[in-house]
């Protein structure tokens, strides 16, 4: 029996288990995993590598219009390009709604731009801003019917829903069979703050991170466990950045509500003092939530090794460091003119090798669960984020041993700038294969545009528990999708 790649001698890695063995791949998915296994088309020396599956990237921003009405610098072609030269095979990005959009001709419109450009697999979130559009509930059921099983609200910025709708739209989701996905801070507070720092003439980049006080995270984190509490929804937090709203997530698994959670990067590995800059250069770090303090990185480790917070995604928002992006309001922006996200897409997965794996971190099973097989799991994506017989063989070898330092601008997105710029990482993904198909060689990308195929969501793992507080019990009584 032949096959179309054999990869030799590698160390295989999965969430659960390593060993040392061949993979066979046919006609785009892993065939065989073990010795003496037949010839390839294809032959890998993988000797001294390790495999791993390839990552996949659940929370990322791409050829998307912002809030502030700014698109953001990636389109689908170079988001993915870079997302692939950075080991990630598979993103779920945003089809985003604005005030007035129907949700049908929003995802349309987005599936359309990433069929011809994405050159990794993806899938779409559906952000929701104004429910009181026609055929709203209509549209929604539909959607996620067809395989679009995951929500974005948000709790703060102009987009921000009310607590009546995030209820209407957690309702709807728990009839229909989608996760919602919440970017939780309390608008109030920040408002307030940020109206106090730009009367008293406090309006540099760092200032930014002070306008988002972390009692904002705490507050709406704890409340929408609350609403998934009583619902009975389940919920994927995004971007926990304080100690604080890590215990919130752990008290409420602990009490049994269907939350999940998620951090990132630039939480685990930055602090607010990377805004500290000369000029405006410290915009270039602007996100939000702002990066904390050492000992919220500390914790959120913690809680990524006792499962607390299940997976680490990029919140790629790439904005370009000139008037097309973060300086479009001119040279002298106050930091709330001035658009939060940076690029990820690429530096995500060896960021977390190099920590996780090179400097004896939680190791690389705990790697290949937070950054492939959770997501794939709590997401519902099929035949991903495993190295298995029948998955679909995305797969990445790393090399161990290689040393990179950032540079100013090597990325492969659009944004023009690297904000890891001088960081050193150990580790280093050599060869990724997206369905069995050589997309990245060394420092050669092979895909072509439209190459990427959208990922069916048939079904999610994250479900109702079926316990709803009695007082919503009745209400579901009489309602279905």
């Known amino acids: 029996m032949s096959y179309d790649l054999v990869i030799r001698g590698g160390r295989i890695v999965t969430s659960t ?20 296994i037949a010839a390839g088309e294809v032959e890998v020396d993988a000797s001294g590598k390790l495999l791993m599956p390839g990552g996949i990237d659940p929370h990322c921003h791409i050829e ?26 598979s993103v779920i990005s945003f089809a985003a709604q604005h005030r007035g959009q129907p949700l049908r001709a929003v995802v349309d419109d987005y599936l359309s731009r990433a069929r011809r450009g994405a050159m990794v697999d993806y899938a779409l979130h559906l952000m929701l801003t104004d429910p009181s559009v026609p055929g709203f509930a209509d549209d929604l059921a539909a959607l996620v019917a067809e395989g679009h099983r995951s929500i974005k609200i948000f709790t703060t910025y102009n987009i921000a829903l009310g607590d009546f709708d995030i209820l209407q739209i957690m309702e709807l989701a728990r009839a ?9 801070e309390n608008d109030g507070l920040i408002r307030w703050t940020k109206r106090a720092l730009l009367d008293a003439g406090l309006t540099r980049p760092e200032h930014h991170a002070l306008s988002h ?5 705490i507050d709406a984190v704890s409340r929408i466990c609350r609403f998934a509490e009583y619902l009975d929804q389940p919920v994927m937090l995004f971007h926990i950045s304080t100690r604080e709203a ?4 752990r008290a409420a698994r602990t009490r049994g509500v269907p939350v999940w959670a998620e951090t990132c990067p630039h939480y685990l590995l930055m602090t607010a003092e990377i805004l500290q800059r000369d000029g405006l250069d410290g915009a270039k770090w602007m996100c939000s939530p702002p990066q ?9 480790w913690r ?25 479009s309001a001119g040279p002298d922006a106050r930091f709330d003119q001035i658009a939060n996200g940076l690029p990820g897409l690429q530096t995500r997965l060896p960021l977390l090798f190099d920590a996780m794996v090179s400097r004896g971190g939680l190791g690389a099973r705990k790697f290949v669960e937070l950054t492939a097989t ?12 495993h190295l298995a017989p029948g998955m679909d063989a995305d797969i990445v070898l790393w090399d161990p041993d290689r040393k990179l330092t950032y540079g100013e601008d090597d990325l492969h997105d659009n944004a023009g700038y690297n904000p890891w710029a001088g960081h050193t990482v150990t580790g280093w993904p050599q060869a990724v294969w997206l369905r069995g198909e050589l997309l990245v060689d060394g420092e050669d990308f092979r895909g072509s545009p439209g190459q990427g195929q959208w990922i069916d969501r048939p079904d999610l793992a994250t479900r109702p528990l079926g316990v709803p507080a009695p007082e919503a019990a009745a209400v579901y009584e009489s309602r279905s999708c």
């Open 17 to 36: 288990d390593e060993m040392q063995a061949d993979l066979a791949v046919r006609d785009g998915r892993i065939a065989d995993i073990g010795d003496d």
């Open 176 to 184: 229909c069979g989608a996760l919602v996905c919440v970017h939780a």
């Open 213 to 217: 006080p972390r009692l904002a995270e």
């Open 303 to 327: 809680a990524l090794d006792r499962g607390d917070l299940q997976l680490v995604s990029s919140d790629h928002a790439p904005y370009r460091f000139d008037e097309t992006g973060k300086l």
């Open 292 to 300: 904390r303090n050492a000992d919220d990185q500390r914790a959120l």
């Open 246 to 249: 890590a215990l919130e997530v």
């Open 374 to 385: 959770a997501p794939a799991q709590v997401y519902g994506l099929p035949r991903k984020g």
């Open 64 to 89: 998307q219009m912002s809030g502030m009405g700014l698109m953001n610098a990636d389109t689908f072609e170079t988001a993915t390009r870079s997302a692939a030269m950075g080991g990630t095979t």
